[in-house]
């Protein structure tokens, strides 16, 4: 990773990260372990938990307390636990979040009903209990979102709908906790390599290819360029932005689902 994370930039804070054990969201915890912060990871398998936190100790300070962020109860016991251990929350990463391609007639109702739950109910019960453990005004909230918020995608109702509503989460709890200081933002991944959930939309050599070349950028995103927006994000150099829904994918939305669609070969 780039000099910018050993920068101290998030030097005795404190963040929160669900769904940390993996993917963007680890890449993200890195980072903030990195540049100073102490981090709570959270997740919902105890075993991937702890050797994601173990990694994360190699470069600082961090811990892992497994929850699920469907449930309110789980998510509010664990942010008391995190503000125990490590004092008031100045970060909130709201990244746990469910995927797998299907049309809609090939997915069952609670099929679209959990992966709504994870991500529309879970970004909110997470914000809605960091809330009151939050350092008050400096604290943020980052939600990540997806190109599927805006941009219609076979395959994709579940996550399209979910997406949608996470950012308007992220532009309604924007108004609502601005006059305390608190600022809301998305962050927007395009394709990242190496995650899950390009492994299953992207799963072939074949179909990587073809997006990569479709893309204005003409290469996938790393989790290091999402890590790097998001510290942006999370650092004071971000301090008058609110309520924004920040785009890192390489340009793949200015071409549409299309793009996507015609490399999935759909
Ligand atoms: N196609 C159709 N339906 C699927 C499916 C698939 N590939 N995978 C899961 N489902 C359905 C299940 O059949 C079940 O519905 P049913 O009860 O009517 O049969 C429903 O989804 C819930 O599945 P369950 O196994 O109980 O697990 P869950 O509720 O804990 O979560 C996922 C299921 C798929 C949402 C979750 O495991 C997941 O998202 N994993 C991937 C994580 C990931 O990729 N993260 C990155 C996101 S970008």
């Given at each position: 990773?780039?000099?910018?994370?050993?920068?101290?930039?998030l030097?005795?804070?404190?963040?929160?990260?669900?769904?940390?054990?993996?993917?963007i969201?680890?890449?993200?915890?890195?980072?903030?372990?990195?540049?100073?912060?102490?981090?709570?990871?959270n997740?919902?398998?105890?075993?991937?938990l702890e050797?994601?936190?173990?990694?994360?100790?190699?470069?600082?300070?961090?811990?892992?307390l497994?929850?699920?962020?469907?449930?309110?109860?789980?998510?509010?016991?664990?942010?008391?636990?995190?503000?125990?251990?490590?004092?008031?929350?100045?970060?909130?990463?709201?990244?746990?979040a469910g995927?797998?391609?299907?049309?809609?007639?090939?997915?069952s109702?609670?099929?679209?009903?959990s992966?709504l739950?994870?991500?529309?109910?879970?970004?909110?019960?997470?914000?809605?209990a960091?809330?009151?453990?939050?350092?008050?005004?400096?604290?943020?909230v980052?939600?990540?979102?997806?190109?599927?918020?805006?941009?219609?995608m076979?395959?994709?109702?579940?996550?399209?709908?979910?997406k949608?509503?996470?950012?308007?989460?992220?532009?309604?709890?924007?108004?609502?906790?601005?006059?305390?200081g608190?600022?809301?933002?998305?962050?927007?991944?395009?394709?990242?390599?190496?995650?899950?959930?390009?492994?299953?939309?992207?799963?072939?050599?074949?179909?990587?290819?073809?997006?990569?070349?479709?893309l204005?950028?003409?290469?996938?995103?790393t989790?290091?360029?999402?890590?790097?927006?998001?510290?942006?994000l999370?650092?004071?150099a971000a301090?008058?932005?609110?309520?924004?829904i920040?785009?890192?994918?390489?340009?793949?939305?200015?071409?549409?689902?299309g793009?996507?669609?015609?490399?999935?070969?759909?």
């Open positions: 990773m780039s000099d910018v994370f050993k920068s101290g930039l030097q005795g804070k404190v963040a929160f990260i669900t769904g940390g054990s993996s993917g969201n680890l890449g993200i915890a890195e980072a903030f372990v990195k540049a100073g912060a102490k981090v709570v990871i997740g919902r398998n105890v075993e991937k050797g994601a936190v173990k990694g994360l100790q190699q470069h600082g300070t961090a811990m892992g497994p929850a699920d962020v469907r449930s309110y109860e789980s998510v509010e016991k664990a942010m008391k636990a995190a503000r125990d251990a490590y004092g008031e929350l100045d970060i909130l990463v709201c990244g746990a995927n797998f391609p299907a049309p809609a007639l090939g997915m109702s609670n099929g679209f009903k992966v739950e994870i991500d529309v109910l879970g970004t909110f019960n997470a914000c809605r960091a809330f009151e453990h939050m350092r008050k005004p400096g604290a943020c980052l939600n990540i979102s997806a190109p599927q918020a805006y941009l219609p076979a395959m994709q109702a579940h996550v399209c709908a979910a949608a509503g996470v950012d308007m989460i992220t532009r309604t709890l924007a108004i609502e906790w601005g006059g305390v608190v600022r809301v933002n998305s962050i927007t991944p395009g394709p990242i390599e190496d995650t899950e959930g390009m492994n299953r939309l992207a799963p072939s050599d074949d179909t990587r290819k073809k997006l990569t070349q479709a204005p950028l003409q290469r996938f995103g989790k290091q360029d999402i890590a790097q927006l998001a510290l942006f999370a650092s004071d301090s008058y932005i609110t309520g924004s920040m785009v890192c994918d390489g340009g793949q939305s200015l071409l549409g689902s793009l996507m669609l015609q490399a999935m070969g759909m």
